[in-house]
Each structure stands twice: as C-alpha cells, then as structure tokens.
C-alpha cells in the first residue's frame, strides 16, 4: 500500500519531558482542512499509545479521522489520516512518516539541574536561594538548597557570606 500525502491529514511528534509531561516536539500540517488542535490532545493520545502494561493500540479509529502510531523509546510518532483510509499497512505509513523527520531528529543532552546552577552562579558571581528560584519552577526552596548543599559537598560551590537572613552562594574558585 502507498501512502500519500492526500491521505495523511497530519504528522506529530509527541515527546514525554519529565517536567511538563507529554509535549508537542514537532508537527507537520498536511491538510488545510484539517481542524484538530493537536497540543489540546497531546496527554490523551500519549497515554492511549504509551501507557499500560499488556496490549497497546497502534492505531485509533474517530469519527472524522483515525490516529496511527509508532512508539520511539518516550517519543511518539503520530499520523493524522483521512477517515477514507481504511486499510493500515503499518511499514507503508512509518515509512511515509520518517520522509517528514526533521534532519537534526538528535537532541542535545539536556543539562542537569546541578550543571544549570553552575552556569548560573558563573554569570551572575553571587546569589542567593530566592534569586536562584527565578531561574528554576521549583514550589519551596528546599529543592534549591538541597541541590546547593550536594554542590557544597563535591567542592564546587561555597557559601560566600549573608543578605539578610539569606546565605550568598558562590563558586568555589580554591
């Protein structure tokens, strides 16, 4: 079965990000016609094709249009088809998918939380636990400290006298 473009109403990937969950990482409209908020449904669809144990589907049938996908590692390749398009021939779709991948598909490895607070701490010399917050969605500053207390104890950051209340922080040059 070929696969074409008249077809394929729209291309998705949905990425899982450990922060915000399930996200939209690109997507490619196809049709003009086609009218589904594809952000709106990014969790629904992630957990239909990613969650559970046992049997997971590989394609959704809807009213107006069907959703096939292909799981890769957290990420999800999702294909919007017309309704028209009964008949799924599985390798025919993936292949017309992977035509649509952006060339650069490798992300970078993200830095982790310690190696932000470096970076941070390098620009901006001293601060303190609440101007770190800025720079970081964490609910209490616990979280803070506590990542601050693990860089004390490997020698990379030192406490560099107070503000009020509040310890300055600042890299351990010694």
């Known amino acids: ?38 952000q709106q449904f990014c969790t629904p ?9 046992g049997l997971k589907p590989r394609a ?23 309704d028209t398009t009964s008949k799924q021939n599985f390798d025919a779709l ?6 649509y991948l952006p060339k650069n ?8 939380v310690k190696d932000k607070m470096m970076d941070i701490l390098h620009e901006q010399q001293k601060m303190t636990i609440s101007d770190l917050g800025k720079f970081f969605n964490y609910n ?8 601050l207390l693990e860089l004390v104890l490997s020698g990379k950051v030192k406490r560099d006298g107070k503000k009020g209340r509040e310890t300055i922080w ?5």
């Open 1 to 38: 079965m070929e696969i074409t473009s008249n077809q394929v109403k729209s291309i998705a990937m949905i990425g899982f990000d450990t922060l915000k969950g399930p996200v939209i990482e690109w997507e490619k409209c196809l049709a003009k016609d086609f009218e589904l908020d594809i």
């Open 45 to 53: 669809f992630y957990l239909m094709f990613q969650s559970g144990n």
């Open 60 to 82: 959704i049938f809807f009213e107006n249009f069907s959703v096939v996908a292909f799981p890769e590692e957290m990420n999800l390749l999702c294909l919007f088809l017309d």
């Open 94 to 99: 993936l292949k017309f998918a992977q035509r």
């Open 105 to 112: 598909s490798a992300k970078p490895k993200e830095k982790t």
């Open 140 to 147: 209490n500053k616990k979280t803070i400290r506590n990542y």
């Open 170 to 174: 600042a890299i351990n040059t010694e």
